[in-house]
């Protein structure tokens, strides 16, 4: 990450084959994977599941992370619900017993950004150890008027009184304002004053405008703030060498809010349209609605595993047995204005005014649910050969919904809310071969359900929202090369979903039929001399709607392309070092995303991009780096992501930016 000048989190997980990243105000920092998107990729922090990734995930600043991990394709058995398209783990930096370590980083550049962030981990005593995070980001945005913030503390202490025990006392605490910046508005063409070409396609003569790619059509006192922290505690005890308990235990809280203007509508003629204090709407104008909704979650849970590593009848095996217990209490308070058009503003010079409030809004609707999970859980891998392992494992959980909702008028709503159980039960096999000491190939066939995405704080008693089951077949290689200066790997796969819920608007949520993907993906790194660095990674993925009608436009979407789920998609990055012998690094990148359907009906599309990052470094005295880097190099506009529920906008990605920076490690 510090390489290749990755100042959050989610600029790591793009690097993975197959991967993309939408900066989703809506659904904040919002991943694709395998053919699916949204709640479907599983995101943890340091292993924990906060909920559905469409709620919880937020920007995350790299210099508190030690790494990023991902894991493709179904994994509810690991994780429980929602792991479809496959997990993204953010692991902060721990602490470590040795010398004291001190970093800090400062960086600046284009559109008002500066990221400050200093850390030390030290030992305290012979069987104590610390390590303090702290790291500050802001930016003004490319986009007027889009400023953004955050302020992440990660600390964590690690007490190891013996060899065979230790405690690890956790902290992350996170104080963040997004960018206000919802997307660029859709304009047919007849109107459009300078389109834009190679950025979208649309079956129905809508084009973006040159015009107003920096627009912000926001309101000027646009508000997406969170506070949120993590108290953790991880515990490790081993009996004996062959036994490991571990036991960990979190609690979460959130707080919340998105007050805005979202959907941006481009109104050519007036054809008598008025906004919610009944003005008339002039041709040209943007029509835009309000929207407010605040979270307020709690969440307490306890992982406990055991880990048995003995052989059984003379083979090798290791046997994992655990049980997982979580509690969730999540309020959810909302409100629409009662017009369908709260106010407008001007297409090309918008003036952004102010939220307001607007009759129907208040007071606050609320529905709080709470959502008790219990699970247990086993993993097994059994060396039936010393070359030949079988990997088994399999999750139960019951799982307690209560969900209630109440009427604007504070009354409590009988025929919306509900109670429901769910049962799920998933299961793995899969098989691993080592053809050589370098070279092994696998395959493995993997179940999911996941009932309790985000969907079901919108969805009502009346309607279906039953378990999505889901199961993928796998097949795979890894290689090492040249006595470890390169490794490869290599995987295909297949994904079918069902019964799957969704949120199809604002406020709603249905059942939409179903979906598969298949796919291959590759990767290989090479050290080609001591100071030249290659890796590359490409993946192709097909994925479809089976049955599938989209109950927010009743468009059949049998046979569609799933939105923002890229045909192909391509990795190169490239490093030297000491350059002429000199204390100079550079680093060269390249990322091809193929085009996407923008919508369910896919009557838009997202045209392919290719995107040029360059950096250079230079060694100013050992632990101390300087740094120069250029994202998007050749200035390309494209879409970075499409949000099916905002139809009227599309979300561009950033133009050509600057950064130079300083980076300090003792």
């Known amino acids: 990450?510090?390489?290749?000048?990755?100042?959050?989190?989610?600029?790591?997980?793009?690097?993975?084959?197959?991967?993309?990243?939408?900066?989703?105000?809506?659904?904040?920092?919002?991943?694709?994977?395998?053919?699916?998107?949204?709640?479907?990729?599983?995101?943890?922090?340091?292993?924990?599941?906060?909920?559905?990734?469409?709620?919880?995930?937020?920007?995350?600043?790299?210099?508190?992370?030690?790494?990023?991990?991902?894991?493709?394709?179904?994994?509810?058995?690991?994780?429980?619900?929602?792991?479809?398209?496959?997990?993204?783990?953010?692991?902060?930096?721990?602490?470590?017993?040795?010398p004291t370590r001190f970093d800090a980083f400062v960086n600046g550049?284009?559109?008002?950004?500066?990221?400050?962030?200093?850390?030390?981990?030290?030992?305290?005593?012979?069987?104590?150890?610390?390590?303090?995070?702290?790291?500050?980001?802001?930016?003004?945005?490319?986009?007027k008027n889009t400023p953004s913030d955050s302020l992440n503390l990660t600390a964590s202490l690690l007490w190891r009184p013996l060899e065979n025990f230790s405690v690890k006392l956790g902290m992350d605490f996170l104080d963040d304002n997004m960018s206000?910046?919802?997307?660029?508005?859709?304009?047919?063409?007849?109107?459009?004053?300078?389109?834009?070409?190679?950025?979208?396609?649309?079956?129905?003569?809508?084009?973006?405008?040159?015009?107003?790619?920096?627009?912000?059509?926001?309101?000027?006192?646009?508000?997406?703030?969170?506070?949120?922290?993590?108290?953790?505690?991880?515990?490790?005890?081993?009996?004996?060498?062959?036994?490991?308990?571990?036991?960990?235990?979190?609690?979460?809280?959130?707080?919340?809010?998105?007050?805005?203007?979202?959907?941006?509508?481009?109104?050519?003629?007036?054809?008598?349209?008025?906004d919610a204090l009944g003005n008339p709407i002039p041709a040209g104008s943007i029509a835009r609605d309000r929207f407010y909704v605040y979270h307020d979650q709690h969440k307490l849970g306890n992982t406990l595993t055991m880990t048995v590593d003995r052989p059984i009848f003379g083979f090798d095996n290791k046997f994992l047995l655990?049980?997982?217990?979580?509690?969730?209490?999540?309020?959810?308070d909302r409100g629409f204005p009662s017009a369908s058009i709260a106010d407008y503003v001007d297409a090309w010079n918008p003036s952004q005014g102010t939220w307001g409030l607007y009759a129907g809004e208040w007071p606050i609707r609320r529905a709080p649910t709470?959502?008790?999970?219990?699970?247990?859980?086993?993993?097994?891998?059994?060396?039936?050969?010393p070359d030949l392992k079988l990997v088994t494992g399999a999750r139960y959980e019951f799982e307690r919904l209560d969900r209630v909702n109440y009427n604007q008028n504070g009354t409590f709503s009988n025929t919306t809310s509900f109670r429901r159980n769910f049962r799920p039960f998933n299961f793995r096999v899969g098989m691993i071969y080592d053809v050589t000491k370098d070279i092994s190939f696998y395959g493995q066939y993997t179940t999911a359900k996941d009932p309790i995405g985000s969907a079901i704080y919108v969805v009502n008693a009346a309607q279906n929202f039953n378990l999505s089951s889901s199961r993928q077949y796998e097949v795979g290689a890894k290689a090492s090369f040249q006595d470890g200066k390169g490794e490869a790997t290599l995987?295909?796969?297949?994904?079918?979903?069902?019964?799957?819920?969704?949120?199809?608007?604002?406020?709603?949520?249905?059942?939409?039929?179903?979906?598969?993907?298949?796919?291959?993906?590759?990767?290989?790194?090479?050290?080609?001399?001591?100071?030249?660095?290659?890796?590359?990674?490409?993946?192709?993925?097909?994925?479809?709607?089976?049955?599938?009608?989209?109950?927010?436009?009743?468009?059949?979407?049998?046979?569609?392309?799933?939105?923002?789920?890229?045909?192909?998609?391509?990795?190169?990055?490239t490093s030297y070092s000491n350059i002429a012998d000199l204390p100079f690094d550079a680093g060269f990148g390249l990322r091809?995303?193929?085009?996407?359907?923008?919508?369910n009906a896919n009557t838009l599309f997202l045209e392919s991009y290719v995107v040029a990052d360059v950096g250079l470094t230079y060694h100013v005295t050992p632990g101390v780096d300087a740094m120069f880097r250029v994202n998007n190099l050749f200035d390309k506009t494209y879409v970075n992501w499409a949000e099916v529920s905002y139809p009227g906008e599309v979300i561009l990605g950033a133009p050509r930016s600057i950064t130079f920076g300083l980076t300090m490690k003792f």
């Not at 989610?10 to 690097?15: F, G, L, N, P, S």
């Not at 200093?118 to 303090?132: E, I, N, Y």
């Not at 709470?370 to 050969?385: K, M, Q």
Request: charge should be neutral.
């Open 1 to 98: 990450m510090r390489e290749r000048g990755f100042d959050q989190a989610q600029d790591a997980v793009a690097a993975f084959p197959g991967v993309i990243v939408g900066n989703n105000p809506i659904s904040p920092t919002s991943y694709s994977m395998r053919g699916f998107t949204g709640n479907q990729i599983t995101v943890l922090r340091d292993g924990v599941y906060l909920g559905p990734a469409n709620f919880i995930n937020r920007p995350a600043n790299s210099f508190n992370v030690e790494s990023v991990e991902v894991l493709k394709g179904v994994a509810s058995l690991l994780h429980g619900q929602g792991a479809i398209g496959g997990v993204v783990d953010i692991r902060t930096k721990e602490p470590s017993f040795g």
């Open 180 to 274: 206000p910046y919802y997307g660029t508005p859709l304009v047919p063409l007849a109107y459009a004053r300078s389109p834009m070409g190679g950025v979208i396609s649309s079956t129905s003569g809508l084009v973006l405008d040159q015009t107003m790619r920096f627009n912000n059509y926001n309101v000027g006192d646009a508000l997406l703030a969170t506070t949120q922290f993590m108290p953790t505690a991880h515990v490790v005890y081993k009996p004996t060498g062959e036994i490991a308990f571990t036991d960990d235990a979190y609690y979460f809280f959130a707080d919340r809010k998105w007050q805005n203007a979202e959907t941006y509508t481009f109104l050519g003629a007036n054809n008598g349209r008025t």
């Open 109 to 143: 550049g284009s559109f008002g950004t500066i990221n400050l962030g200093v850390g030390v981990g030290a030992q305290l005593s012979d069987d104590l150890a610390a390590r303090l995070d702290v790291s500050r980001s802001r930016s003004s945005g490319f986009v």
């Open 592 to 599: 091809f995303v193929d085009s996407r359907a923008g919508n």
């Open 322 to 332: 655990g049980a997982d217990v979580n509690s969730t209490h999540f309020v959810r």
């Open 491 to 573: 995987a295909l796969y297949e994904i079918h979903r069902a019964n799957i819920l969704t949120q199809t608007t604002q406020n709603t949520a249905s059942d939409i039929g179903s979906q598969m993907s298949r796919g291959v993906e590759a990767s290989a790194n090479f050290l080609i001399t001591p100071q030249w660095k290659v890796s590359v990674n490409a993946a192709y993925a097909y994925a479809r709607y089976g049955f599938f009608v989209d109950p927010a436009t009743l468009v059949i979407g049998t046979g569609n392309r799933p939105p923002n789920v890229p045909t192909w998609t391509a990795n190169l990055w």
């Open 370 to 385: 709470r959502i008790d999970d219990y699970a247990g859980l086993f993993e097994d891998v059994l060396a039936l050969r």
